[in-house]
């Protein structure tokens, strides 16, 4: 069978795994996933615990079989090779780095199994290029368990990157370590990815992680595609409520639309101006709009009462309680000067093309 | 139980003083180790110095026991013969059972080793709860006499045993596998088994399979991944089970003697024939003392293999 004529260094077509329980049930882990990843693409998988993240880049390592679909890496065809016979490379949640052997002896480990000779001039030259990109230059000599967390990190990563997959496999690398390290590691690794101009597939339940570093995002929900696109057009044009939910924050409220816009189930009016699609007059729908599309002032078409406050340094949030136990979230600048106080009244606007109908 | 209830309880507590039975470790008093040095030093350290002390006696007249005065006779006789007109030769013939006794016990430690090495790791991959029925199964053997189950090897391997029958079923001429050499090796195979596949389980229930995905990921085969990974995981509880295995191995008498015949002679059976048939306590000593030194030289070389792997990281230190 053909390949499918694209550019993609990596398709994966319907690929579907199931799961069969000790009690004879079957659980779908991945339902039909189709990708197709660029050469040199920051390539992000997104979605909660369990939505079947690992269980795709398992399938496209070789360390799991899935139950239907093809997986092509160039034009050969891989989902039925063992998974030593795969160009492809995996860094592991929990690193798996071998405790018997020292850092260098790490990142020699898969050249070996090419059948180079580890005191090869090749291989050392190779392994060292790997420590100073990951910038572990003085570390060769250790064992695993004489580093911290982001420094293991850092050697599954060389390892990983020292056979040149066509394609890296990351499998929530950033998980283990602490908030800061995560943020630096960001930045670290997609300089990374860009020396070493090798295609990532990073998968991650984090949406922040998802949206700093990755090309395009496809975000997972109980394995199946919920939408694919660049950072900006999910954020932008969340196709449906799970996406609009994971990427960023959403208010989400029942509006039914009227001549001027629409009147939520509590009462409150929405201005036409601030729909990005019209509502059709008497239809009962979801909207949603962001946070960060409210602001305070003077008077609004949004009343309620403050019910909560988040300051978070860069801006201040504000729970508003609105008619009908109607609740949304604004994000006001710091220099907002209203009253913050619990119980206070606070007037919402929301910016012009704002609102969006939200499909369930 | 209401509210209030709860409440006076906690009430009733705050009024107590407070008294905290907790005491940091190592913090004990050092008598609760008092029995067990004392057993030590009375039954471990005394007898061992009695048969040093025993090895430079000389044979009393009735063969129980020693004599003085003190002599290194006994121990001349481990290499020397002295023939009637007094001459002295060298005489292997204690060497060679030494040199029998060690590398019978180090092939029992290899045989034991290339079965226990898959059947442990077969059983730390099984589901918890059969992972331990089959522990268990393991010790089963414990639960018999080890004379009895040698007797069982006898009774399996003589002439006219099941083993011989079943060949002799096929048209086949019976081999003469009891006494022998061979049945000896069975025998104390059969018994140490048990020695090396629990520790080595242990190391094996605390592999983490996932480094074994990590090396096929990068390439490398089955062969490899038992080579390079999985067995070099495995060598504190490798290397516990030798020291086991090995050990009691060098000085094993019974598999020798109900297994062995009498021409087949080990340290063991030597040892145990100068207290009974011979009489001779005071050679029979310096044997035992010879068994000692050799078991503290395999103890040492085992010891230096643990303190390589501890250097690696690994929590193996035996001595
Ligand atoms: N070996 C397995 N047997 C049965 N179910 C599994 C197995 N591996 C994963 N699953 C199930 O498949 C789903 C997806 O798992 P996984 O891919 O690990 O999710 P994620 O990595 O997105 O958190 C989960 O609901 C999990 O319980
Ligand atoms: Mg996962």
């Known amino acids: 069978m053909n390949p499918v004529t694209s550019d993609a260094v990596l398709s994966v077509r319907t690929l579907t795994k199931e799961f069969t329980n000790p009690e004879g049930t079957v659980f779908t882990a991945l339902g039909g996933v189709d990708l197709e990843i660029m050469p040199g693409e920051f390539f992000i998988l997104l979605g909660p615990s369990g939505c079947g993240k690992t269980t795709l880049l398992r399938s496209i390592a070789g360390l799991e079989q899935p139950t239907g679909g093809e997986i092509w890496l160039g034009e050969e065809r891989i989902d039925e090779l063992p998974p030593f016979k795969r160009k492809v490379n995996t860094v592991f949640q929990a690193y798996a780095l071998f405790p018997h052997l020292t850092v260098r002896e790490n990142i020699s480990f898969g050249l070996e199994m090419e059948g180079k000779s580890p005191r090869s001039a090749e291989v050392q030259t190779r392994v060292s290029e790997m420590l100073e990109l990951v910038g572990l230059g003085e570390f060769g000599k250790r064992k695993p368990h004489q580093l911290s967390g982001g420094q293991q990190q850092r050697v599954a990563l060389a390892r990983a990157l020292a056979k040149r997959p066509s394609v890296l496999l990351l499998d929530e690398p950033l998980s283990a370590l602490d908030l800061k390290l995560r943020r630096e590691m960001r930045a670290e690794l997609k300089r990374i990815q860009v020396d070493a101009g090798i295609t990532f597939v990073f998968v991650t339940h984090d949406q922040e992680e998802a949206m700093s570093m990755g090309d395009r995002i496809a975000v997972l929900n109980k394995g199946t595609i919920a939408q694919l696109g660049s950072p900006r057009e999910l954020y932008g044009s969340p196709v449906n409520r799970f996406v609009a939910e994971f990427i960023g924050e959403m208010n989400f409220l029942t509006a039914t639309g009227n001549a001027d816009g629409a009147m939520t189930a509590g009462g409150t009016h929405l201005p036409a101006a601030a729909m990005i699609e019209p509502i059709p007059e008497g239809e009962s729908v979801t909207v949603g709009v962001r946070p960060e599309h409210l602001r305070a002032v003077d008077r609004g078409p949004i009343n309620g009462r403050i019910v909560a406050v988040q300051f978070l340094g860069t801006d201040v949030r504000l729970c508003l309680r609105l008619g009908g136990d109607e609740e949304v979230w604004a994000r006001v600048s710091l220099d907002y000067e209203g009253p913050t106080a619990l119980g206070s009244e606070v007037s919402l606007a929301p910016t012009e093309r704002s609102v969006r109908v939200v499909r369930p | ?319």
């Open chain 2, 1 to 319: 139980m209401n509210r209030s209830h709860v409440g006076s309880t906690i009430e009733e507590h705050a009024a107590r003083p407070r008294h905290i039975s907790w005491r940091r470790p190592g913090t004990a008093s050092p008598w609760l180790a008092a029995p067990a040095i004392i057993i030590g030093v009375l039954f471990v350290g005394v007898p061992i110095v009695i048969v040093i002390v025993y090895s430079f006696m000389s044979r009393a007249p009735g063969g129980t026991g020693v004599a003085w005065p003190v002599t290194f006779e006994n121990w001349q006789r481990l290499l020397f013969e002295e023939d009637f007109d007094g001459n002295r030769f060298f005489n292997p013939q204690y060497l060679i059972v030494l040199w029998r006794s060690v590398w019978t016990a180090a092939l029992t430690t290899a045989l034991t080793l290339v079965l226990a090495v898959p059947a442990a790791v077969w059983i730390a991959t099984r589901p918890p709860r059969l992972r331990s029925l089959l522990v268990l199964a393991a010790t089963i053997p414990f639960w018999t006499n080890t004379l009895i189950r040698t007797y069982a090897w006898m009774i399996l391997l003589n002439d006219q045993g099941i083993v011989n029958a079943a060949i002799q079923a096929f048209g086949l001429d019976p081999l003469a596998l009891y006494p022998s050499l061979f049945a000896t090796v069975i025998g104390l195979v059969y018994v140490f088994v048990p020695f090396m596949l629990l520790p080595i389980y242990t190391s094996a229930a605390k592999f983490d399979f996932r480094l074994a995905e990590a090396a096929y990921d990068l390439g490398a085969t089955r062969l490899r991944v038992v080579t390079r990974v999985l067995l070099p995981s495995l060598r504190p509880g490798i290397l516990a089970g030798c020291v086991l295995v090995f050990v009691p191995a060098l000085g094993a008498f019974i598999q020798p003697m109900l297994l062995g015949g009498a021409k087949v002679d080990f340290i063991g059976t030597i040892i145990q024939r100068q207290f009974k048939e011979s009489q001779n306590w005071p050679f029979g000593a310096a044997i035992s003392v010879a068994l000692l030194a050799l078991t503290l030289i395999a103890l040492l070389i085992f010891a230096v293999g643990s303190r390589r792997l501890a250097a690696q990281g690994e929590k193996a230190r035996l001595l």
